[in-house]
């Protein structure tokens, strides 16, 4: 009997994986699901998978709920600035409780990226290197999602605003990531290795036009200098310092820092990612419904951009 373990379970990914590790046929009392929050995970628990408390900051918690666990997905906290406090925890506890194998989400390129949330999986890596577990990363480019759930504000303003020029974006939806996660999970080969994970490229300019294509509303990709987005996100309402952080990310993308040629996760998938018109078609069916594509003349246009903004890159 394995027993696998995924922190973060309460989350988007996490959940996805814990109910891919069950559609593969693993028994949902061999899943424990780490959750801060449990009751955010009722629906797991329903399921028969055990959901066990634990914070990141928590050491003490973290080897309570790592009890009898053999590999584990460690999905990276949210909570930016603190990532590496949190994931040395659940490194040590793995440590403690005899994990055999942990699989941690980390970022695509990693080692020479200049995407400002880079530096902690770099940390976090170099952790994992020193730890005494038997370990495998998942570069993760990034989420489809991040472009997909603005879609409602996409539709509603015709374009798309950015500072990320021409930089391509091998992004994948966390589905393809889950999978591929879990796959390489259950596989019993414990040799260290470092997966680069992205789907197929596009520029926000590519993305303008896919949503163009799938919606038939007419979207066009508006590049602005750093300043002016930084300007442009601190009008819609956000916080110099986040601003600065959101063009930040896109800085990156134009450096080419989450742009992959890797063929990796089609590999792992044994088929090609989710392509981007197929996301883009899937969240405008979700979307429309559940009614969140209607325009709202009570709401600023730019503060949904910065509210999306947020909630694709966690608790900033
Ligand atoms: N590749 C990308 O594009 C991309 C984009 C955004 C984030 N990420 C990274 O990928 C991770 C997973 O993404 P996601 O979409 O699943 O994020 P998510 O839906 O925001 O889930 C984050 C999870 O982390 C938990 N968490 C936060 N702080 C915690 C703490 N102190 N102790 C224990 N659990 C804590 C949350 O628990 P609660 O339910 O209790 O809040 C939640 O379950 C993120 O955490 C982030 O590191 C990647």
Same mark, same amino acid.
């Given at each position: 009997?394995?027993?696998?373990?995924? !922190?973060?379970? &309460?989350?988007?990914?996490?959940?996805?994986?814990?109910?891919?590790?069950?559609?593969?046929?693993?028994?949902?009392?061999?899943?424990?699901?780490? @959750?801060?929050?449990?009751?955010?995970?009722?629906?797991?628990?329903?399921?028969?998978?055990?959901?066990?408390?634990?914070?990141?900051?928590?050491?003490?918690?973290? !080897?309570?709920?790592?009890?009898?666990?053999?590999?584990?997905?460690?999905?990276?906290?949210?909570? /930016?600035?603190?990532?590496?406090?949190?994931?040395?925890?659940?490194?040590?506890?793995?440590?403690?409780?005899?994990?055999?194998?942990?699989?941690? !989400? =980390?970022?695509?390129?990693?080692?020479?990226?200049?995407?400002?949330?880079?530096?902690?999986?770099?940390?976090?890596?170099?952790?994992?290197?020193?730890?005494?577990?038997?370990?495998? !990363?998942?570069?993760?480019?990034?989420?489809?999602?991040?472009?997909?759930?603005?879609?409602? &504000?996409?539709?509603?303003?015709?374009?798309?605003?950015?500072?990320?020029?021409?930089?391509?974006?091998?992004?994948?939806?966390?589905?393809?990531?889950?999978?591929?996660?879990?796959?390489?999970?259950?596989?019993?080969?414990?040799?260290?290795?470092?997966?680069?994970?992205?789907?197929?490229?596009?520029?926000?300019?590519?993305?303008?036009?896919?949503?163009?294509?799938?919606?038939?509303?007419?979207?066009?990709?508006?590049?602005?200098?750093?300043?002016?987005?930084?300007?442009?996100?601190?009008?819609?309402?956000?916080?110099?310092?986040?601003?600065?952080?959101?063009?930040?990310?896109?800085?990156?993308?134009?450096?080419?820092?989450?742009?992959?040629?890797?063929?990796?996760? /089609?590999?792992?998938?044994?088929?090609?990612?989710?392509?981007?018109?197929?996301?883009?078609?899937?969240?405008?069916?979700? @979307?429309?419904?559940?009614?969140?594509?209607?325009? =709202?003349? &009570?709401?600023?246009?730019?503060?949904?951009?910065?509210?999306?903004?947020?909630?694709?890159?966690?608790?900033?």
């Amino acid at each position: 009997m394995t027993v696998y373990g995924v !922190t973060g379970g &309460s989350g988007a990914l996490g959940r996805l994986a814990v109910r891919e590790l069950l559609a593969r046929g693993v028994v949902a009392h061999e899943v424990v699901a780490l @959750a801060r929050t449990p009751s955010k995970a009722a629906d797991l628990s329903a399921l028969g998978v055990q959901v066990r408390a634990a914070d990141y900051g928590d050491l003490r918690a973290q !080897t309570a709920a790592l009890a009898g666990v053999d590999r584990l997905l460690l999905v990276s906290s949210s909570e /930016a600035g603190r990532r590496v406090a949190h994931h040395a925890n659940v490194i040590e506890a793995a440590e403690k409780t005899g994990v055999s194998r942990i699989v941690y !989400t =980390s970022m695509l390129n990693v080692d020479g990226s200049t995407n400002p949330l880079a530096g902690e999986h770099r940390d976090t890596e170099a952790i994992l290197r020193a730890a005494a577990v038997p370990f495998v !990363t998942l570069r993760n480019g990034w989420y489809t999602e991040n472009y997909t759930d603005q879609l409602g &504000s996409y539709l509603e303003r015709g374009e798309i605003v950015g500072a990320a020029g021409t930089g391509a974006i091998s992004a994948a939806t966390r589905q393809d990531y889950a999978e591929a996660a879990v796959v390489i999970l259950s596989q019993d080969s414990d040799s260290a290795r470092a997966y680069e994970l992205g789907g197929p490229a596009f520029a926000l300019a590519e993305l303008a036009q896919v949503v163009h294509e799938v919606t038939g509303t007419p979207v066009a990709y508006r590049d602005l200098p750093t300043g002016e987005y930084v300007a442009a996100l601190q009008s819609a309402g956000m916080g110099e310092d986040t601003a600065r952080f959101v063009a930040a990310l896109d800085t990156s993308i134009a450096h080419g820092d989450l742009q992959t040629d890797s063929q990796d996760l /089609a590999h792992v998938l044994g088929r090609p990612p989710t392509s981007l018109a197929d996301a883009v078609q899937d969240a405008y069916a979700g @979307a429309a419904e559940n009614d969140r594509l209607a325009p =709202s003349s &009570s709401r600023p246009a730019e503060s949904s951009v910065a509210r999306a903004a947020l909630r694709s890159f966690g608790d900033l």
